[in-house]
């Protein structure tokens, strides 16, 4: 059961939403403004929004631009997970990752499992670290974002939630990288 120290204060995180389509444009999007509905309402940001067709070189080239993006800490998209001729976004995602976090998957498979029991092994739901910010890619209904976001992201991306979590680590996301020297005066 997630536990809340209610003692630290809160800190929103800014998240960018993707949703991988090609049928749905922004006033069909029920998994995105799902999601958006979801994450403005546990108090964090949406930096960034945006609809790419099931095409790993457009989804890869939006995941691209939001680690670039200083300003943005967390993507999470919607869609594109299953295991038809178009579901690419994990093959998308995973080239990405500095380091995969296995447990996303893992758990969202096990929360799944004990909803829609073993249709549970078609969700192909990954998470993972690059260049400093977090990716998660989850299925595309409306479901399992309330899914992906009320039972894990929601918790981990709490800096109070206890015995640890994801915002916490972030400032370390990167310490796997060279120091610049310091400049000589």
Same mark, same amino acid.
């Given at each position: 059961?997630?536990?809340?120290?209610?003692?630290?204060?809160?800190?929103?995180?800014?998240?960018?939403?993707?949703?991988?389509?090609?049928?749905?444009?922004?006033?069909?999007?029920?998994?995105?403004?799902?999601?958006?509905?979801?994450?403005?309402? /546990? %108090?964090?940001?949406?930096?960034? *929004?945006? $609809?790419?067709?099931?095409?790993?070189?457009?989804?890869?080239? !939006?995941? @691209? &631009?939001?680690?670039?993006?200083?300003?943005?800490?967390?993507?999470?998209?919607?869609?594109?997970?299953?295991?038809?001729?178009?579901?690419?976004?994990?093959?998308?995602?995973?080239?990405?990752?500095?380091?995969?976090? /296995? %447990?996303?998957?893992?758990?969202? *498979?096990? $929360?799944?499992?004990?909803?829609?029991?073993?249709?549970?092994? !078609?969700? @192909? &739901?990954?998470?993972?670290?690059?260049?400093?910010?977090?990716?998660?890619?989850?299925?595309?209904?409306?479901?399992?974002?309330?899914?992906?976001?009320?039972?894990?992201?929601?918790?981990?991306?709490?800096?109070?939630?206890?015995?640890?979590?994801?915002?916490?680590?972030?400032?370390?996301?990167?310490?796997?990288?060279?120091?610049?020297?310091?400049?000589?005066?």
């Amino acid at each position: 059961m997630p536990k809340i120290d209610e003692t630290q204060p809160f800190l929103a995180c800014n998240i960018a939403i993707l949703t991988v389509s090609d049928t749905r444009d922004a006033a069909s999007d029920r998994s995105g403004n799902a999601l958006a509905e979801m994450i403005q309402r /546990d %108090g964090h940001k949406i930096a960034a *929004r945006a $609809i790419v067709r099931d095409d790993k070189d457009q989804i890869q080239a !939006q995941l @691209r &631009a939001w680690i670039a993006d200083p300003a943005i800490d967390v993507a999470i998209s919607t869609g594109g997970t299953g295991v038809t001729g178009r579901d690419v976004t994990p093959e998308a995602f995973e080239p990405l990752f500095d380091k995969k976090i /296995d %447990g996303f998957g893992e758990m969202f *498979r096990m $929360i799944s499992f004990q909803k829609v029991g073993t249709s549970a092994l !078609q969700s @192909r &739901a990954v998470g993972g670290v690059a260049g400093g910010t977090y990716l998660f890619a989850l299925p595309g209904s409306p479901s399992a974002c309330r899914d992906g976001w009320d039972e894990i992201l929601k918790w981990q991306l709490d800096v109070r939630h206890r015995p640890c979590n994801l915002v916490e680590l972030m400032p370390r996301l990167l310490e796997h990288l060279p120091k610049k020297p310091k400049a000589t005066v």
